[in-house]
């Protein structure tokens, strides 16, 4: 499989939240400005990236070497949380006003089933280093394009005229719902 | 499994852990951000029980946003007006401690003023004897009395008394409100503590009707309406009320009128004993 079908395959074919449904909590919880689901979604592309490099690492130098394979999630835990902790230091340091925006998700990406789940993936379909990141790349592309579509969805229905009993959590899932159907018109693309 | 699996486990994962946990550690020195040591000094005077009565997600939050000058520095209803002041000279502001609220009870239709109209033998919440028909009592007003508020208090500010009503430990009471939450009848209310009159009665029945399921309703008679300034208390189907914003705190009370003694002053020099305690 070539990188850019690799890339295509992981950002939209199988896009992590709306075909594997993996890291939905922030999907719906920082999709009400635009603004803030793009900083979302590189903050969170950053940590898959940095954990697909170092999970590579790890599982071809320490894990398979020792026959230690049993701790592979144990271990990833350990790498997502540190990674999370250095990118929330990091966002408070630079921008204050994104680091309130992002709020309580961004701790969040700690257990963000997402990113545990690439950290999987990645080794159970034995990619090679480079693949690993060029998959994380494009699953992370994945989770902010569907952010960022949900995100500029929500901001079009704060001004539209919706049924009384549908406002606020009915008409996100609704439209979540919607975006997930649509993305199943990728299915077999690749 | 040879001792030299679990040992090379706990090498591996110790030094991943070691190695990870210094990596935060310099980072932690290089990204230190520093922050408005208020914001823990303020956090320090806080209840520190993230309840939520400000309207904000934690004690935290709620001193961050005081330092910021979002929210007022009473606007934590839990506080007490010690904590307010300490806060108060915080931020270097005079202190103008908030109001004190605190829950009244507003009915007295205990066993002993209302009539039984069945034996329930439920689950002995409030809440599951207003589904079940509604209670035992006859008044579909009233306090159901089985002290579902005594259970919500977090300050042990409720019990229950012999006739089977809650009453509210004044000096306990920090107005936070769980009570009136979890009261299925909603006949807890909070109010500032300078509201000293109330219509402690919120049976709607026909005078005839209310009269007949509890000694202590209001009749709608109406009576005490007549006699304040217009507009000071209202009728809101046959059951009188008081308009705290119009009546002021030191109007001229009309309890000796009201027929079923439902309309009290609690907590006025002048009354006896017997109207004080609710």
Redesign the interface.
Known sequence: MSLLTLFISAAIVNNFVLSQFLGICPFVGVSKKVDSAISMGIAVTFVMTITAAVTFIINNFILIPFELSILQTVSFILVIASLVQLVEMFIKKMSKPLYNSLGIFLPLITTNCAIMGLALFAVQKEYSFVDGIIYAVGAGAGFTLALVIMAGIREELELAKVPKYFKGAGITMIVAGSLALAFMGFAGLI | MDIN?IL??MV??GG??IL??A??SI??KK???EEDSRIVQIADELPGANCGGCGL?GCNSFAENVVNAKIGIDGCPVSTEDAVAEIATIMGIEAVAGEKKIARIICRGGNDETAKKADYHGIQTCTAAKLMGGGEKLCNYGCLGFGECVDACPFDAIFMTENGLPEVIKDKCTGCGKCAEACPREIIEIHPISNKLFVLCKNHDAPKIARTVCTKACIGCQICVRAVDEGAMFMDNHLAKINYDVFGKHPELPTEKCSTKGLVIIEHESQPTEQISI
Request: hydrophobic residues 55%; neutral net charge.
């Open positions: 699996a090379i486990s591996s994962m991943l852990g990870f946990s990596g935060l980072a932690n990204l230190y951000v997600p």
